[in-house]
């Protein structure tokens, strides 16, 4: 299994392995989590970090450890789906694209080129008012605008690859576009398709983070790590704490998925030249 | 090249028209109005909503939108009431465009240099260091640095004022967060294409020729490694000239990318459409200057540009 090579590098075991600890420990339920993360009690607003309490409360006295986990668990999810979103619909426009040619091709190159020109964030920002703010609406409006890089590259990659020989072997023996995109095409793009994959991770992440501070993050009292930081951002320079620990956790995230794509990214450069240099 | 600059021209007032309209049918799509948060009784709703032309039909709306905007004028802002929205964008936009220039040029320089320098010494520490660091810098949010550069310089150490400009020197910490994002990408794209162009025949005939490795490098190398980063100057620039939300809020700068969230929330019709058409135009402009210059840089990308 080629694909397995990747992990000898250590940088990427310890990056995967970091990422997997992300995902067990926020999806764990409440088995990770020493206090209910929506739990209040005044009394106890804004303490700093002590035992009880890891990493502190919040201005509601929530546990902000407990907060940050459940908060990565939502921050994930809205960025899964973004990327989902991202992955399907680039690959699919960009494949029948590149592979279809003509007229199809031109009118897709045309819708990409034309969502180059608006500026993502003012679709986002409006979709998301327009769908009124909430999870699935966010990685919805998230996936609408990252689809279009996605698309361009593949439409590249395919567009490339559709005379190649053994395209055109399976085309004289029959097969149908659907069957080349799926059998011929998605391999071949496979490693690119995963870089943008990973690289649409990060992205989604902080989009959510910046979707939070304009105030359109999901709504109260579930709080993704945007909603944290843009809560801790309020009161920074009296409580730095609850600034700190959520844009730690984000920073970490977004760091170990950026080495993931770029080692990943590496060591697929050479190879996809490669399945060219054979025609 | 005037067929090109032409073409180019046509499609991009195809683009600011699609921009507009979207934005205009797009706002009021929204839910609310823009005079919901002044909790009005109806009769002054009305007499608002005459006064705005808001009673009128969308269609009739956006022709009497559209022929204003073709002498320029992009209406009277609805929250802000006896400003217009030119009126707006000419007292921020300065404030954001200087803070923006000065980012700019700041991540230009930073990227292009570390860009060169990480590419020269790519297998030895000094080019791993950079490559570490710029990682490091795609990875912390504007609004991280921010804060935190308010916090250990402005708080702790209190080198700068917060949130006071009097000196050109207090503008630093914005300019930094600004530019530290910028600067990690220049620097990367810079890099990936130098140590591809370092390997290049030409590069080595040069230095057999017996040219200081300064000569290859900058005047050899550095002009054929540049298209890269150049064509992401472009959006880069419309994106700090106009100002970020985050930034401006952080820093509580009066500028432009302020107004542009907020009266998203007030559904300020004129006051959106305004900025975005104000923001698409700048896009439009530095893409299409960055396009002019690796042109001129580069003929061979008149073919790439063209297909």
């Known amino acids: ?199 649409s991770v990060p992205d989604a992440v902080l989009a959510e983070a910046f979707l939070s501070i304009v105030g359109l993050g999901v709504t109260a009292p579930d709080a993704s790590l945007g909603v944290l930081i843009s809560d801790g951002l309020q009161s920074f320079r009296v409580y730095p704490w609850q600034w700190f620990f959520p844009i730690l956790t984000l920073s970490m995230f977004v760091l170990c998925f950026n080495i993931l ?19 | 090249m005037l067929a090109y600059v032409l073409k180019r021209a046509g499609f991009n007032l195809g683009v600011m028209a699609v921009v507009v309209t979207l934005t205009f049918f797009l706002m009021r799509l929204l839910p609310g109005d823009p005079f919901m948060s002044q909790r009005v009784n109806p009769e002054i709703k009305a007499n608002l909503y005459s006064k705005y032309h808001l009673d009128q039909p969308v269609s009739r709306q956006y022709a009497e939108y559209l022929s204003a905007l073709s002498r320029f004028d992009l209406g009277e802002s609805l929250k802000y009431p006896g400003r217009t929205v030119n009126q707006i964008i000419a007292e921020s936009f300065p404030v954001s465009a200087a803070v923006g220039s000065l980012a700019l040029v700041l991540s230009v320089v930073l990227g292009v240099a570390m860009g060169v320098l990480s590419a020269v010494w790519h297998s030895r520490w000094p080019g791993r260091l950079i490559l570490a660091l710029t990682t490091l810098g795609l990875s912390i949010p504007n609004f991280a640095v921010g804060a935190g550069l308010i916090y250990i310089f402005a708080l702790k150490l209190k080198m700068f004022p917060v949130a006071m400009y009097e000196r050109p020197l207090d503008l630093m910490l914005p300019v930094l967060t600004l530019s530290a994002w910028p600067a990690a990408v220049i620097t990367r794209l810079i890099r990936t294409e130098m140590i591809e162009v370092l390997n290049k025949d030409y590069i080595i005939a040069a230095r057999v020729r017996g040219l200081g490795s300064a000569s290859v490098i900058l005047r050899h190398a550095l002009p054929n490694a540049l298209p890269a980063a150049i064509h992401y100057t472009g959006p880069l620039a419309a994106a700090l000239l106009t100002g970020s939300f985050i930034v401006e809020k952080i820093f509580a700068l009066p500028g432009l990318g302020q107004y542009y969230i907020t009266s998203i929330g007030n559904r300020d019709y004129n006051l959106v459409a305004g900025i975005t058409i104000f923001y698409t135009f700048i896009l439009l402009v530095s893409t299409f200057l960055a396009d002019i210059l690796t042109f001129l840089m580069n003929p061979q990308c008149r073919y790439r540009n063209e297909s």
């Open chain 1, 261 to 279: 794509g770029d080692l990943i990214h590496r060591s697929f450069r050479g190879r996809s030249k490669g399945i060219l240099g054979n025609d």
């Open chain 1, 1 to 199: 299994m080629v694909y397995l090579r990747v992990f000898q590098n250590r940088l990427v075991l310890v990056c995967v392995a970091l990422i997997v600890l992300y995902i067990l420990i926020s999806f764990g339920g409440t088995v990770f989590l020493p206090h209910h993360p929506n739990a209040q009690n005044l009394d106890q607003a804004n303490l700093t970090p002590c035992p009880a309490h890891w990493l502190g409360t919040d201005y509601l006295g929530r546990d902000l450890f407990s907060r940050i986990l459940s908060g990565v668990r939502i921050s994930l999810i809205i960025a899964f789906f973004a990327t989902l979103i991202n992955v399907t619909v680039g690959f699919l426009v960009g494949s029948v694209s590149g592979l279809l040619g003509g007229i199809v091709d031109r009118f897709l190159t045309g819708l990409i080129d034309l969502f180059w020109c608006i500026p993502p964030f003012l679709i986002v920002v409006m979709l998301t008012v327009v769908l009124e703010p909430g999870i699935k609406n966010i990685f919805i409006a998230l996936g609408v605008v990252f689809w279009v890089p996605t698309a361009r590259i593949i439409r590249g990659e395919v567009f490339l690859l559709r005379n190649a020989q053994f395209i055109r072997i399976a085309r004289m023996n029959g097969a149908s576009y659907a069957q080349i995109i799926f059998l011929h095409v998605l391999p071949n793009c496979f490693p690119v398709l995963l870089t943008t994959a990973i690289f």
